[in-house]
C-alpha cells in the first residue's frame, strides 16, 4: 500500500512480510536508481508507523511508502537498502532561523561549515538569514552575491531570506521573484550598522509593498515603550537597552535591561499595522515574552494573519542557571526565566496556540567577541572551553559589550527532546514543529518537512534512546563556543539524508568523500 498525499488517508495496517495486493517492487521500480529505508518506526504524515521508504536518486523524490518493513528481495539487485530499526525514520528538520553569515563575516560562520553543522544534527534544510552577511540580503545585488558565495558549499539545502530596511521598499518585489522565502525586519538595533532598524512608516510601505505577494514578513520585535508623554515616531526608531543597573558581568543586570514589555510593545506596534496588508502574512522571530502571548492570541482571533516561534534556548535554559560572565548565553531577546519558559512549552503544547515553530536562531561569532572571562574559560573540563576559543586576556563577561548570539545549528533536535521528554512529547510533536510546520512557514511544504510520495527524500535516523556530550567533535559549527558545552543531550542522529542522498552518518563514513550535494532553493514562492 502506497501513501499519497493527494488521496485520503488511508488507515495503516498491520506490518506484513510483503508489498499488499502481491505487488512486486521490482517490477513497479524498472531500472531506476533506488534508495531504500525501513523501519519499525517512522513520522509519515505526522503519525508514527512501520514504513519503507523508496527514493528515486534521479528525481531525489520519494516515489512509495509502505507501512510495514520489506525485505531487501523486494527490491531490484544492487538497491541501496537498510531496516534501520528500531531507530525512527523521521523527515529532515527545516531550521528556518540560521544566520550563516558569509559573505563577509565568514570568520564568524559560513555555508560550509553551518550546513555541515546542520547535517550532523537531521536538518536538511536551513533558511539562512538576511543579515550579518556583508553584503546583507537587502537587494537583489545583495542575494546574487550571497548565491554565488554558496555555490558549492552546501551541505544540505538552503533557502535565503530578505530584509527589510529604511528605503529599500522598492527591492522588495524583486526579491520575492528571485526566490527567496520571506522578509525579516527588527524594530530594534540589529547589532550590525549595515541593517538598521525600520521605523512604522518603513513597515507600513514593506506591507505595501508585499500586500499580494506570496510571501511572509517576519519581526525582530523589541521596542523600547515610550517614556515620555509626546515623544512620537522616534521611538520606532533603534535606541540602546535600558541603563543597566547592577554589574555587568551579572546577568540579572543584563535581563533587566531588556524586559517583556520590549516585546510586548514592538508586537502591539505591528499588530497596529497589520491592516495596511490584510492578507500577508506575519510572523514573530524568535519569541521569548510569554506576556506577549495574549496579544498574538487576541490578534488570531480577530483575523490577524500572524504567527510565532520560539527558540531551543529559550525552551532549554533559563536565567537562573545562567553564571555571571558567562555570555555565551547571551541573545536578544533574552533567555527568561523558569517560570517563563514553563509558559512557553505550554503555549507550544497547544496545538491551536500562536507560537508554531522551533528553531535555532543559529547567531555565531568569533569566540573573542563573547568577552569570556578566564574564571570560565579556564575550566575546560567542566566547560569545554579553550583559553584560545573563548577567552582574550583582560575579558571581564560583560553582557553588554559581547556579541549577543546563542550557537546551536545541527544541535536543537537533541536538545528539544532532552527537554520535551521532561514535558511529555511525543516524536510526533517534534515532527510538527521542526519540520511540517518550519516547512509551510517558508512556502516549502508540498516538498519539504513530511515522509510522503512526492516529497523530497530528505530523511534523519534518530536514535531516540542514544545520549552524547556536547563537545568539540558535536559542534561542527565555525566557532565551538556555545552554552550546550559540556552538557548531556539524549536523542543521536544516526545518518542525514538530503533528497536520496545521504550526507551524514555517525558510525562510518561521516561525510563521506563526495563533497557538498545541497542546492540553493531560489524558485519564487507559490
Known amino acids: 500500500m502506497t501513501l499519497n498525499p493527494f488521496t485520503s488517508r488511508q488507515p495503516y495496517p498491520s506490518p506484513a512480510p510483503s508489498p499488499p495486493n502481491g505487488t512486486n517492487v521490482s517490477d513497479m521500480a524498472g531500472a531506476r536508481s533506488l534508495v531504500v529505508l525501513a523501519s519499525s518506526r517512522a513520522v509519515v504524515e505526522g503519525e508514527l508507523t512501520a514504513a519503507t521508504i523508496v527514493v528515486d536518486q534521479g528525481t531525489g523524490r520519494i516515489t512509495s511508502i509502505f507501512h510495514s518493513i520489506l525485505p531487501a528481495s523486494d527490491f531490484p539487485p544492487g538497491t541501496t537498502y537498510t531496516d534501520h530499526s528500531p531507530y525512527i ?16 563575516r565568514t570568520e564568524w560562520e559560513g555555508f560550509h561549515t553551518g550546513t555541515r553543522a546542520a547535517a550532523f544534527g537531521g536538518v536538511t534544510t536551513v533558511i539562512d538569514m538576511p543579515l550579518n552577511a556583508i553584503p546583507p540580503t537587502t537587494t537583489v545585488a545583495g542575494l546574487r552575491e550571497k548565491v554565488q558565495a554558496a555555490e558549492g558549499k552546501c551541505w544540505v539545502d538552503v533557502g535565503l531570506y530578505g530584509g527589510i530596511v529604511p528605503g529599500n521598499a522598492s527591492e522588495l518585489r524583486p526579491l520575492v521573484d528571485e526566490g527567496v522565502r520571506g522578509f525579516k525586519g527588527f524594530l530594534i538595533d540589529s547589532g550590525v550598522p549595515e541593517f538598521p532598524a525600520v521605523s512604522s512608516t518603513d513597515i507600513a ?33 533603534s535606541l540602546p537597552p535600558l541603563v543597566p543597573i547592577g554589574p555587568l558581568n551579572e546577568y540579572a543586570t543584563f535581563l533587566a535591561s531588556r524586559p ?89 503544547m497547544h496545538n491551536a496556540g500562536c507560537i508554531k515553530t522551533v528553531v535555532s536562531d543559529h547567531s555565531p561569532c568569533t569566540p573573542n567577541l563573547k568577552l569570556l572571562p578566564s574564571s570560565i574559560s579556564s575550566t575546560s573540563t567542566e566547560h569545554h572551553v579553550r583559553n584560545t576559543d573563548c577567552a582574550t586576556e583582560g575579558d571581564k563577561g560583560d553582557f553588554f559589550a559581547a556579541w549577543g548570539g546563542v ?89 542525514t539524508w538530503v533528497r536520496g542522498q545521504r550526507v551524514w552518518e555517525r558510525d562510518g563514513r561521516g561525510f563521506g568523500k563526495e563533497g557538498p550535494k545541497g542546492k540553493l532553493l531560489l524558485e519564487r514562492r507559490r
Open 205 to 237: 510601505l514593506a506591507m505595501a509593498a508585499l500586500a499580494d505577494e506570496p510571501t511572509m514578513l517576519m519581526f525582530h520585535a523589541e521596542m523600547i515603550p515610550p517614556i515620555a508623554a509626546s515623544v512620537g515616531d522616534v521611538v520606532q526608531w
Open 89 to 104: 525514520l523521521l523527515p529532515g528538520l527545516v531550521d528556518a532561523h540560521v544566520h550563516l553569515n558569509e559573505p563577509g
Open 407 to 495: 550557537s546551536s545549528v545541527g544541535l536543537g533536535l537533541s536538545i528539544l527532546w532532552t527537554e520535551g521528554e521532561k514535558r511529555g512529547i511525543s516524536i510526533e510533536d517534534v515532527v510538527r514543529w521542526c519540520c511540517k510546520n518550519t516547512a509551510e512557514q517558508v512556502g516549502l511544504e508540498g516538498q519539504k518537512g513530511d515522509l510522503a510520495v512526492g516529497y523530497d527524500g530528505d530523511v534523519a535516523v534518530f536514535d531516540d534512546e542514544g545520549v552524547f556530550e556536547v563537545g568539540e567533535e558535536a559542534m561542527l559549527f565555525r566557532n565551538k563556543c556555545s552554552p550546550y558545552q559540556g552538557k548531556m543531550l539524549k536523542g543521536v542522529v544516526r545518518e
Open 260 to 348: 517583556s514589555s520590549f516585546e510586548t510593545y514592538a508586537i502591539a506596534e505591528i499588530l497596529s499595522l497589520a491592516h495596511v496588508a490584510p492578507n500577508l502574512p506575519l510572523h514573530i522571530v524568535h519569541l521569548s515574552a510569554i506576556e506577549a502571548i495574549p496579544l498574538l492570541q487576541e490578534a488570531i482571533a480577530n483575523g490577524v494573519k500572524i504567527t510565532a516561534e520560539t527558540c531551543f534556548h529559550y525552551l532549554s535554559l533559563a536565567a537562573e542557571s545562567v553564571k555571571d560572565g558567562d555570555t555565551r548565553h547571551k541573545c536578544c531577546p533574552p533567555i527568561r526565566t523558569k517560570s517563563n519558559q514553563d509558559g512557553l512549552w505550554e503555549e507550544l
